[in-house]
């Protein structure tokens, strides 16, 4: 199941940056390595809501900087909803 969340969070961050899947790695940070704009921060967090859904608490999900760290906070958020 871990890897299926990866696997989704690489997708949704591919797709909507617009850049090659294989540069979406757990440590590709969305700014500096995939050139994620601002609105485009804001939009993937609205996609990863969608695609796993979960609600984002804003502030804590802009401040997500790579991948892997995307990965992490949705696994949270998950294994929070599940109580």
Known sequence: MADDIANRVKKVAAELLKVDRAKVTDNARFVQDLGAASI?????????????GVEMDQD????VQSVGDATTYVRKLMAEQRG
């Not at 485009?40 to 796993?52: D, H, K, W």
């Not at 804590?60 to 401040?63: I, N, Y």
């Open 60 to 63: 804590d999900a802009l401040s």
């Open 40 to 52: 485009q921060s804001i939009e993937l967090v609205a996609a990863l809501e969608e695609e796993f």
